[in-house]
């Protein structure tokens, strides 16, 4: 993170916990991007 940035995301809400649950659902999914994720919700 750049100077004058911090690591929320929201009010208590920190980037490194929404990295890990976005990695947690992107192994379920099979998935390494966002991408991907998306093209199999749309069945693609």
Do not use: F, Q, S
Request: charged share 25%.
């Amino acid at each position: 993170m750049g100077p004058g940035k911090n690591n929320l995301v929201a009010p208590g809400i920190n980037v490194e916990a929404v990295r890990t649950h976005l990695r947690n659902i992107y192994e379920k999914l099979h998935v390494r991007t966002r991408t991907e994720a998306v093209l199999r919700y749309l069945g693609k």
